[in-house]
T-cell receptor, first 113, second 115 residues
Framework: AQSVSQHNHHVILSEAASLELGCNYSYGGTVNLFWYVQYPGQHLQLLLKYFSGDPLVKGIKGFEAEFIKSKFSFNLRKPSVQWSDTAEYFCAVKKAAGNKLTFGGGTRVLVKP | DVKVTQSSRYLVKRTGEKVFLECVQDMDHENMFWYRQDPGLGLRLIYFSYDVKMKEKGDIPEGYSVSREKKERFSLILESASTNQTSMYLC??????????????FGPGTRLTVL
């Protein structure tokens, strides 16, 4: 069965710092990759996704992620975070031919003003 | 905007009770999903459905069942609630075709406590 690992459970940083969240998955075939975000008290929502093409994907709110196939990774980055980026971030992977998403354990990010 | 609604935000039940969690989506999506969310474990798929009356087990179906009698509604049933089913339950839907294929849209969640 495929699995998804997020390296950090908690990240604390100050405003304007750069953010990088790691995500690795175990499946060797073709995959679709996602980052979801859950702001405090809000629904889980899509941040960005990768299906094919340019491995550097840009999402909402200045986030981007890079798919590195050889490393089975899909790391999320933001060059300069804001207090409003405080949230829990989830990486998810789907086999290209399947229906099921497999989520990582999530990373709680706290941005101090 | 896609809207996925869940019948309750908070629910408290007793061990052994039968519990129904309801989910409704208004975008005519074919696929619907039930997850539970626990700290450090992320979201784990319980069941999903890709059509009316169709269902497939996810990764942790034990102790749960589902019902999909209408396209817009997907119910999660705990036949006999147990304390280890205390969790946040999230419903999601996604279209089977089009530009948003495979993008799942989530409801607000139901926080279930089983005493």
């Amino acid at each position: 069965a495929q699995s998804v690992s997020q390296h950090n459970h908690h990240v604390i940083l100050s405003e304007a710092a750069s953010l990088e969240l790691g995500c690795n998955y175990s499946y060797g075939g073709t995959v679709n990759l996602f980052w979801y975000v859950q702001y405090p008290g809000q629904h889980l929502q899509l941040l960005l996704k990768y299906f094919s093409g340019d491995p550097l994907v840009k999402g909402i709110k200045g986030f981007e992620a890079e798919f590195i196939k050889s490393k089975f990774s899909f790391n999320l980055r933001k060059p300069s975070v804001q207090w409003s980026d405080t949230a829990e971030y989830f990486c998810a992977v789907k086999k290209a031919a399947g229906n099921k998403l497999t989520f990582g354990g999530g990373t709680r990010v706290l941005v101090k003003p | 905007d896609v809207k996925v609604t869940q019948s309750s935000r908070y629910l408290v039940k007793r061990t052994g009770e039968k519990v129904f969690l309801e989910c409704v989506q208004d975008m005519d999506h074919e696929n619907m999903f039930w997850y539970r969310q626990d700290p450090g474990l992320g979201l784990r798929l319980i069941y999903f459905s890709y059509d009316v009356k169709m269902k497939e087990k996810g990764d942790i179906p034990e102790g749960y069942s589902v019902s999909r009698e209408k396209k817009e509604r997907f119910s999660l049933i705990l036949e006999s609630a147990s304390t280890n089913q205390t969790s946040m339950y999230l419903c999601a839907s996604s279209p089977a075709s089009g530009p948003s294929t495979d993008t799942q849209y989530f409801g607000p969640g139901t926080r279930l406590t089983v005493l």
